[in-house]
């Protein structure tokens, strides 16, 4: 389970303010949660529909924004293996020019003992022991390592020393330089601590838009999860342009648009490929000029009038979906998922989860095949199979 320390609130609270965020700390409180870690407090009755908190997009931290975002593209790379190779990079190759690190160093890979965040699937086998047998074992095989998260590190220590043969990039230490002596005992090292920034990552991700794709958010990673009656709901518009984040047109879609119109005309000579064709140069920066003028008009009529915030198609929010007492603490959800997969994401379960599921497991099947009375009261799943899987969702499903 990713943690935040109690002495890092501070650095993200002016991180947030340094970027023209809005943090309504008047009405809440960061503090410690009886749920464990940290946790996000009514300082006073709030009412429904409040905004607690409102970010830039361009506050928030994501590949598409990184200091390696024109290497990762070239490079096709995207989801959530370019965040953690941003990430990477920008905690150590760029930590002190970086925008975000006064964020991101706040962001702990490991616990307060010094151990990794790893997932269970990584867990040595004396922990594992504990699980198996269990829906985590039996029906979603999350005690076996993930081949994408180990691929992922290589590819991420070939980038590496590609990037630095061919750009002199700096190759991130303690994390990709994995040495030629002792190369076993180093490699699993570092992979052990790529993934747990993967872990720590996935389990602080956002969904932001279709250019910021999974992003960390400062402060929206601090609110718990609830199952069933969640306070907040987290707003940001999708449909962006997947190139520059531009909500509506831009030059992207103004360029596809004259294209579109150009194969259409009869009188033109027809182009076979509207992704290999090129357009003058003096047309993209007509059209760069006209969108800056009209960004300029918007801008002015806007600026100052909240806070900071320009344009709301630009923020993230996260807003109240009902009202909160004083003192009670504030709760996002994390979406309607079972214990295996908040044990699997995000590191910790919730007694009574209304969305887990238990599986009865192989060991059913020797009574299913003895008890014809089970056999008629059992639903059999994809009976071509040689195999069945019969599981069971239960409001009230026991903790392992």
């Not at 293996?81 to 975000?100: C, D, G, K, M, P």
């Amino acid at each position: 389970m990713s943690v935040t320390f109690k002495d890092d609130v501070h650095r993200i609270l002016k991180f947030v303010a340094n970027c023209n965020g809005r943090f309504e700390d008047s009405k809440c409180d960061i503090r410690e949660s009886p749920l464990g870690g940290l946790g996000v407090f009514a300082k006073t009755d709030i009412a429904e529909g409040e905004s607690i908190l409102t970010l830039n997009k361009s506050s928030i931290f994501s590949a598409s924004n990184s200091s390696i975002a024109n290497l990762l593209c070239d490079s096709s790379i995207d989801g959530m293996l370019a965040l953690n190779i941003a990430f990477i990079y920008e905690t150590t190759v760029f930590r002190n020019s970086s925008h975000w690190y006064p964020f991101l160093r706040t962001i702990r890979i490991r616990d307060d003992e010094g151990h990794l965040n790893l997932p269970p699937s990584f867990w040595h086998a004396d922990a594992k022991r504990l699980l198996k047998g269990t829906s985590f074992d039996t029906l979603f095989d999350s005690l076996t390592p993930e081949e994408e998260i180990m691929e992922g590190f290589e590819i991420a220590v070939d980038l590496a020393h590609k990037w630095n043969d061919e750009f002199g990039l700096e190759i991130p230490k303690g994390f990709l330089d994995v040495s030629e002596e002792n190369h076993e005992e180093d490699y699993n090292l570092k992979l052990e601590k790529f993934i747990s920034v993967a872990y720590t990552l996935s389990s602080r991700g956002f969904e932001i838009d279709a250019y910021h794709e999974t992003a960390l958010v400062p402060i929206a990673d601090l609110f718990n999860h609830h199952v069933s009656d969640p306070d907040l709901k987290f707003v940001s518009l999708y449909d962006v342009c997947d190139k520059c984040g531009e909500p509506g047109m831009c030059k992207h879609l103004i360029a596809e648009e004259y294209l579109e119109a150009e194969n259409l005309d009869k009188n033109m000579p027809k182009v076979a490929s509207m992704e290999t064709r090129v357009i003058d140069e003096d047309l993209i920066k007509s059209l760069e000029n006209d969108l800056e003028k009209e960004h300029s008009n918007v801008t002015a009529n806007t600026e100052d009038d909240d806070g900071g915030i320009e344009n709301p198609d630009e923020c993230v929010d996260l807003v109240l979906k009902n009202d909160v007492a004083q003192g009670q603490e504030i709760f996002n959800s994390y979406g309607e998922l079972s214990n295996v997969f908040l044990l699997a994401r995000y590191g910790f379960t919730v007694p009574e989860n209304q969305y887990d599921i238990v599986h009865l497991g192989p060991d059913f099947m020797k009574i299913l095949k003895k008890e014809e009375k089970y056999q008629r009261k059992s639903q059999v799943v994809e009976p071509s199979r040689s195999w069945l899987v019969f599981s069971m969702v239960c409001s009230n499903a026991p903790r392992r």
